[in-house]
């Protein structure tokens, strides 16, 4: 499977906590980017290899781009795509940015998967994140993209200083709104960011500190609602999965174009710069061959984090060679703990874990 990702690099406000590269538009930029990214899928999406199966507009915050400029996105896509070929289209979106002209354009896209930033569902918590929007304006995009599309995810953060549990509300917003899919991740800690410094300056408490408990709540919310929690920090409806995600997740080839957007083939990541007047002046990506321990740690990290396909230590030594008996004696160790589940030649990370998986599936990497 092939994947293509757009990297949009622009939002109208940065979010407190926020380490992604994007910037709020000067003058310009939209046009110079929206031209720059013609001329590189041109380049880069081979004429022959037209068989992607997903795409995914992410950023930043494509919605920023306003109508024109997706409908100009979309465009470069086809020219170089067969969009009837594609099985998932997903572009992100920020609520306060996307209208009801947004809404209907995208509701023709073909298998179009609308990826909405939420985080929570106060007003005062938004604003402990930084983030530039109420709950109004969630509630008023989401009624508009329910009158036209289905497949909707939301993301949420878990783990902010300060607030309640997500999962009571959660509870509530699901009925209103049947999303297909939840993502929902602890805040992180990102240096050179607002939150670094209110965190430093004691102006907040350190996110690390707060346990897993919210993760358990939402979990359970979800799971009455009909989700299965596939990957660590996803959810989903049987058969909405985010199927972008899963070939990332499952080490399958991906094309990345605009700033800072990441390309993986084989065994070469290409990194673009994540830097929007540098992109424009054409610097050259950085390319990476990935050693061998690498790949291997990245296989098993992914494969762990699925919680539902979990790690195949048959596909594993087919892949990389024959385990150490330090690496069986890890498998027996977390099996006593209960922090694992064996079946066959499959182990899988076991609930007890998931607010500690990070430091379990590193156990198993080698150096
Ligand atoms: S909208 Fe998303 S990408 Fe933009 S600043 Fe906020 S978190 Fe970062």
Same mark, same amino acid.
């Given at each position: ?8 690099? @622009? ?77 998932? @289209? ?55 993209? @329910?009158?036209?599309? !289905? ?24 009925? !209103? ?9 602890? +805040? ?35 799971? /009455? ?20 995600? +899963?070939?990332?997740? +499952? ?63 048959? /596909? ?10 330090? @690496?069986?004696?890890?498998?027996? !160790? ?19 874990? +998931? ?13």
């Amino acid at each position: 499977m092939s994947a293509l990702y757009i990297h949009v690099p @622009f939002c109208l406000s940065k979010c407190g906590y926020c380490a992604f590269y994007s910037r709020v538009p000067c003058k310009d930029d939209i046009a110079l980017y929206l031209n720059q990214l013609r001329k590189e899928a041109k380049e880069r999406i081979l004429p022959g290899a037209k068989a992607y199966e997903t795409i995914f507009i992410g950023g930043g915050n494509p919605s920023a781009l306003g109508l024109a400029g997706i409908e100009q996105i979309i465009e470069i896509i086809g020219e170089n795509i067969d969009l009837s070929g594609v099985s998932e @289209f997903t572009i992100e979106t920020n609520p306060e940015t996307l209208s009801v002209e947004i809404i209907d354009f995208l509701a023709q896209v073909y298998n179009i998967r609308i990826s909405m930033g939420v985080q929570r569902l106060q007003d005062n918590e938004l604003k402990i994140l930084g983030r530039n929007t109420l709950m109004n304006s969630v509630y008023n995009a989401l009624d508009n993209v @329910f009158n036209k599309i !289905k497949n909707v995810s939301c993301d949420f953060i878990l783990g902010v200083p300060g607030c309640n549990t997500i999962a009571t509300s959660l509870s509530s917003f699901l009925t !209103k709104y049947p999303l297909m899919h939840v993502s929902a991740y602890f +805040l992180g800690v990102e240096e050179n960011t607002p939150l670094h410094d209110a965190v430093l300056n004691k102006k907040i408490a350190d996110p690390d500190e707060i346990g897993p408990a919210e993760m358990f709540e939402v979990k359970k919310v979800l799971a /009455d609602a009909g989700f299965t929690h596939y990957e660590i920090s996803n959810y989903a409806k049987p058969g909405f999965e985010c199927k972008h995600n +899963l070939n990332y997740w +499952l080490a399958g080839s991906y094309l990345g174009l605009g700033p800072s957007a990441v390309s993986f083939d084989n065994s070469f990541r290409i990194s673009n710069v994540a830097n929007l007047q540098e992109w424009l002046n054409k610097l050259d990506p950085i390319y990476e061959k990935l050693s061998v321990t690498d790949l291997r740690n990245e296989y098993i990290m992914l494969h762990l984090r699925l919680l539902e396909v979990g790690l195949d230590i048959a /596909d594993l030594e087919r892949n990389y060679g024959i385990q150490n008996a330090e @690496f069986y004696e890890t498998i027996n !160790k977390h099996a006593e703990k209960g922090y694992i589940d064996i079946s066959g030649s499959k182990i899988k990370l076991s609930a007890k874990v +998931l607010g500690f998986a990070d430091s379990i599936i590193s156990d198993y990497f080698s150096l």
